[in-house]
Structure formats: C-alpha cells, structure tokens
C-alpha cells in the first residue's frame, strides 16, 4: 500500500498560480504512475493530469493543457502540479492517485490508491 499526502491548495485569485505537491510513503515502488483529479462541488470527480515515475510521460485534460504542468522528484517521492493562469472554474478539491501499471489514463478506476484531497479555491 501506499500513502498519499496532498498540500498546497489555497486561495488565489483569477490568473494567479498555485503549486500541489503529494508525497508518496510506503510501497512506493510498487505505483508507476501518479495522477491528479479534482472535484468541484456538485460535479463528479474528474482527470486533471498524469505522470510516469521512471520516463516521466505526461498526459493532461484538455481543460488544462497548457496551464498546469505534472512533474515529479523521485528522490523525494513527490509529484507536484504547477497550475498557472487558474480560472473560477478551476475551484475543486485537488486529489492525488496512483496506480501500479506504467500507462497514462484519465480513468480513474484505474488508481488504487488516493490522497484525502486539497481544496483549490480560485476567485474571479
């Protein structure tokens, strides 16, 4: 099993930035990929962006593409999301997931494992 431990979510205003960070513990090297979803209120949970530990492939919603950017440091077992130009409707809870196979997916059934979450909250 594996532990994860969102931080960084906050208050910021319509084109401002916030950086995520989650950091992994445990069987770490058993999840070869890590993912950020999020939910808004009254709206299912929905893929945000998605990374590989060992070549560090990307894959991003169309939502964001271009504005946020996954990354990880595997020597701290931390993957982070920069999220620039944030929008109102970037408001969510932030969630941070990994799965075991190497493979980018925006489905979320597919990571096992889940963080409780950060609250994004971005004013216009």
């Known amino acids: 099993q594996v532990q994860l431990v969102e931080s960084g979510g906050g208050l910021v205003q319509a084109g401002g930035s916030l950086r995520l960070s989650c950091a992994a513990s445990?069987?770490?090297?058993?999840?070869?990929?890590m993912g950020w979803f999020r939910q808004a209120p009254g709206k299912e949970r929905e893929f945000v962006a998605a990374i590989t530990w060992s070549a560090g492939s990307t894959l991003y919603s169309d939502s964001v593409k271009g504005r946020f950017t996954i990354s990880r440091d595997n020597a701290k077992n931390t993957v982070y999301l920069q999220m620039n130009s944030l929008k109102p409707e970037d408001t969510a809870v932030y969630y941070c997931?990994?799965?075991?196979?190497?493979?980018?997916?925006?489905?979320?059934?597919?990571?096992?494992?889940w963080g409780q979450g950060t609250q994004v909250t971005v004013s216009s």
């Open positions: 445990g069987r770490t090297f058993s999840y070869n990929t």
């Open positions: 997931a990994a799965k075991r196979w190497p493979e980018l997916t925006e489905t979320m059934t597919s990571f096992g494992s």
